[in-house]
């Protein structure tokens, strides 16, 4: 009795100490993986507020006299003392971003969730086997959509369209049958209950489905940059216009890139309650 009394208090404190060690590696580890994902976009931010000469230094500068000569350059393109400029094209730029991203957005959702309920309670030939692929640069040049927003948008729904279908589809199925089913028995016709019932139950998933796709709308890089000319380049192909045979302007595509991420970190914030449901939603029955 005495030996267990003894060694008990020593049991709880080896359980204790075992539990503030991973407590203590498992924050370590938070920390060190939050510092490699947040590193690069502060360095980003850094370089955007510096002066060409402070970018240029060795070793590179933590304090110096911020700037926003850079933003600044983004809408009038001057030559201001020692900051030079390409054409100020970059609100063109994001305001075909702006454009193209939620014309993608609301094509892909308006054609996907009838697609998705479709295919989440209806059965069809060859139903889990659909796809083609397009030579889309000969199609558009040929058909005049090539450097418009429509071709844009049209060709967006390559990426979006699936990703919104597959999204939305899985939401819906977990919605049960029962409810589909009495609203029928009330009169509802299947249209009805997409709009009457299940559309406001998926709410949570339609807004998740909307953010990432117009994340990935606004991130798209390869179809603009072959489908897409200047009057018709989105942030993501503008910000390589301050590349040039003769300097690369690297504080003003920091710039840019920092007015670029503002769209979908806004939006992220704005529809964040959202989200949470809807990326949790169906995991508890």
């Not at 359980?15 to 993986?33: F, I, N």
């Not at 199925?173 to 409810?179: A, G």
């Not at 301050?242 to 890139?257: D, H, K, N, P, R």
Request: charged residues 10%.
């Amino acid at each position: 009795m005495v030996a267990q009394t003894v060694s008990y208090p020593r049991t709880v404190r080896a359980v204790s100490y075992g539990r503030t060690v991973r407590t203590v590696a498992v924050a370590v580890a938070a920390m060190l993986l939050l510092a490699w994902t947040v590193f690069p976009f502060f360095w980003i931010l850094l370089t955007s507020l510096k002066s060409p000469g402070d970018m240029l230094s060795v070793p590179p500068k933590f304090v110096f006299t911020p700037t926003i000569d850079n933003y600044a350059a983004l809408v009038i393109g001057e030559q201001r003392g020692q900051y030079s400029s390409t054409r100020p094209d970059f609100p063109l730029f994001f305001l075909n971003s702006m454009i193209i991203s939620f014309g993608a957005v609301v094509l892909s959702v308006a054609a996907g969730i009838p697609a998705a309920y479709a295919l989440a309670r209806f059965t069809f030939p060859f139903k889990d086997a659909i796809a083609f692929v397009i030579p889309l640069y000969i199609l558009y040049q040929r058909v005049g959509l090539y450097n418009t927003h429509a071709g844009l948008i049209f060709a967006y729904q390559l990426i979006t369209l699936p990703f919104t279908t597959w999204m939305l589809r899985s939401f819906f199925m977990e919605i049960p049958l029962e409810i589909q089913e009495a609203a029928q028995i009330d009169g509802c016709s299947w249209l009805g209950v997409l709009v009457r019932v299940i559309l406001p139950l998926s709410m949570p998933g339609i807004a998740v489905t909307v953010i990432l796709g117009f994340m990935f709308s606004w991130n798209a890089f390869n179809y603009p940059f072959m489908l897409a000319g200047r009057q018709t380049f989105p942030v993501t192909v503008g910000a390589i216009q301050f590349i040039s045979y003769e300097q690369v302007l690297w504080g003003q595509m920091a710039a840019a890139t920092i007015v670029a991420a503002l769209p979908q970190l806004l939006l992220s914030l704005m529809v964040q309650k959202y989200i949470v449901r809807g990326l949790t939603m169906g995991a508890v029955k």
